[in-house]
């Protein structure tokens, strides 16, 4: 695993084996919470780990919306 530290307003950039970045962005830190920004290219899906055991055992298609604006 690799750890990085950020401030907010700091990012890092996840470069793919095509050519195509992932940006990754600390928005704001509170003393109990992180919110992360992600600007990736609409064919990466995006998931918050805790929901992943749920996708595997369920077929899911995920929409623009759920790409763009999981929460």
Not at 2 to 26: H, M, Q, S, W
Not at 35 to 59: F, N, S, Y
């Given at each position: 695993?690799?750890?990085?530290?950020?401030?907010?307003?700091?990012?890092?950039?996840?470069?793919?084996?095509?050519?195509?970045?992932?940006?990754?962005?600390?928005?704001?830190?509170?003393?109990?919470?992180?919110?992360?920004?992600?600007?990736?290219?609409?064919?990466?899906?995006?998931?918050?780990?805790?929901?992943?055991?749920?996708?595997?055992?369920?077929?899911?298609?995920?929409?623009?919306q759920h790409k763009k604006?999981?929460?």
């Amino acid at each position: 695993m690799l750890i990085l530290t950020r401030r907010p307003n700091e990012a890092f950039i996840i470069e793919l084996p095509t050519g195509e970045t992932i940006k990754v962005a600390v928005l704001s830190v509170k003393p109990d919470l992180v919110r992360i920004g992600t600007d990736a290219p609409d064919d990466i899906t995006i998931v918050k780990e805790e929901l992943l055991e749920g996708l595997q055992t369920e077929r899911w298609i995920p929409t623009k919306q759920h790409k763009k604006n999981s929460d």
